[in-house]
């Protein structure tokens, strides 16, 4: 992936939410707002406690979207009424996910410190015991109004 710019990694760094993009099986786009942050090319969501559909977190529709099509893609935005303030970062990849047990544990856990030093909403939500959503960055679209 090319290198993000100075004002996309301000977009992402900045950004307190983002919308992610999965594919269902019939093809039909799936949008999900997500907390998320990103570190050396890589974007990392939780499957927090808010509540769900469904109780365990591995059956939600865009873990099994995942799991069937790995490709996504993630849009984060500014809005402005100021239109000359608009933005948006939009990144392509391939999502899997890392648990908190196996093989990558230690990229679990420094996901999930990264999550809470981000959002203090965390601190009471046991991440550590989660899946938490991978997405392997590998293209980056931008645009802004000046």
Known sequence: MTPLSGRELDLINEARRAVLATLARDGTPRLVPIAFVFADGVLYTP??????????????????????RPDVSVLVDEWDEDWTRLG????????????????????????VSLLRAKYLQYASHALETRPIIRVDVQHATSWFAT
């Open 47 to 68: 499957i927090d406690e808010k509540p769900k559909t469904v109780a365990d977190p591995r059956d939600l529709a865009r873990v099994h979207d995942i799991e069937q």
């Open 88 to 111: 948006w970062l939009r990144l392509h990849g391939n999502a899997r996910l890392i648990e908190p047990r196996g093989g990558s544990v230690p990229e679990h856990a420094n996901a």
